[in-house]
């Protein structure tokens, strides 16, 4: 660990050439100094390298690194083993952060003695030619304090009054680095994530200002339906449970990993019609909600045996055009 570095942030970048700059710059002007900014390049295809490096160049804090292509849980991993800070945090490469944003998550954890910090946030929806619409979260939120991080990792669970995001926290590195914590590679490797490294916080430190800005596009990651995605949300459901299982605390956890199952339910009912919707293509669309459903009763049920590697899904949800 480098002294001189007190928090890293990584940002995993692909084709994000359009909001690299805002999110950088955002970045470069807090007024929080000793950090590092590990811009990891995951095999762009248009301008979003040239902006990293010209950044690299310019400023000290910031280093490119280039990987060819292999996902976010990849580039965040590659990010994880090149940090030399305290404390790491997460940008998304289409978000922005307010000036204060390292400072406040910084001192919330030092002043606590806390191993994570976690800040309120915008939710910004992008319209074509009109001005962004920033809506700081005002509900499903816990008030800001210090709390045992088994409290908050219950509710990470059950991803309501706090939710499995990645970037509105900062991290010790040693939640990641001594109980071998890295991300799964799937959608949805947040939720696969955050609750396995608040399990092993004693303390987490919440500050209700609004410091980061989240930004919702159309045709974005997280916007666009994909089969993969209804798979992958019900996935990082069984890492979860999986990992809580292997150290013997699923007790503790037990009304919140049902909470959380219900919710799965419900999302992914809508997610499954999306998918067929969005193809106009209803064939297979109630064996795909069988799959689904199948899937998330195998995990919250005492049928699931925890499994010494990555858990399985009983069956896989099909594309519409697959299904015969």
Not at 55 to 67: E, G, N, P, Q, V
Not at 170 to 196: G, K, M
Not at 283 to 305: D, E, P, T, V
Request: aromatic share 16%.
């Amino acid at each position: 660990m480098d002294h001189e570095t007190e928090i890293s942030v990584i940002v995993p970048i692909y084709n994000a050439e359009k909001y690299l700059n805002a999110c950088l710059l955002s970045i470069q002007n807090q007024t929080f100094e000793k950090f590092e900014v590990l811009l990891v390049d995951d095999g762009s295809s248009d301008n979003s390298g040239k902006i990293a490096m010209e950044f690299s160049k310019k400023d000290k804090r910031f280093r490119y690194l280039h990987l060819d292509r292999g996902g976010v849980a990849n580039a965040r991993n590659h990010g994880l083993e090149m940090a030399k800070g305290k404390y790491i945090g997460f940008v998304d490469s289409d978000d922005t952060v307010e000036k204060d944003y390292l400072y406040e998550l910084y001192t919330a954890a030092e002043k606590n003695g806390c191993e994570v910090s976690s800040c309120n946030y915008s939710v910004v929806k992008t319209f074509p030619d009109k001005p962004d619409k920033f809506s700081p979260v005002k509900i499903r939120k816990l008030k800001e304090g210090v709390y045992s991080g088994r409290y908050y990792t219950d509710h990470v669970i059950k991803d309501w009054s706090v939710r499995s995001y990645l970037w509105n926290k900062l991290f010790r590195r040693e939640l990641f680095f001594d109980n071998n914590i890295t991300f799964p590679s799937i959608y949805f490797e947040d939720i696969a994530t955050v609750a396995r490294l608040t399990f092993h916080a004693n303390t987490v430190a919440i500050t209700d200002k609004t410091l980061y800005n989240y930004y919702i596009r159309e045709n974005s990651i997280m916007t666009s339906p994909k089969v993969e995605k209804i798979n992958d949300y019900i996935l990082s459901y069984g890492i979860l449970k999986n990992y809580i299982a292997h150290k013997g605390e699923l007790h503790k956890y037990k009304s919140a990993f049902f909470r959380f199952a219900v919710i799965i339910y419900f999302a992914n009912y809508y997610n499954v019609f999306e998918l067929h919707f969005k193809s106009k293509n209803f064939h297979g669309w109630i064996k795909n909600q069988h799959i689904s459903n199948k899937n998330i009763l195998y995990f919250a049920s005492r049928k699931f045996k925890p499994d010494k590697d990555m858990p399985k899904l009983v069956q896989y949800a099909l594309n519409p055009w697959d299904i015969r």
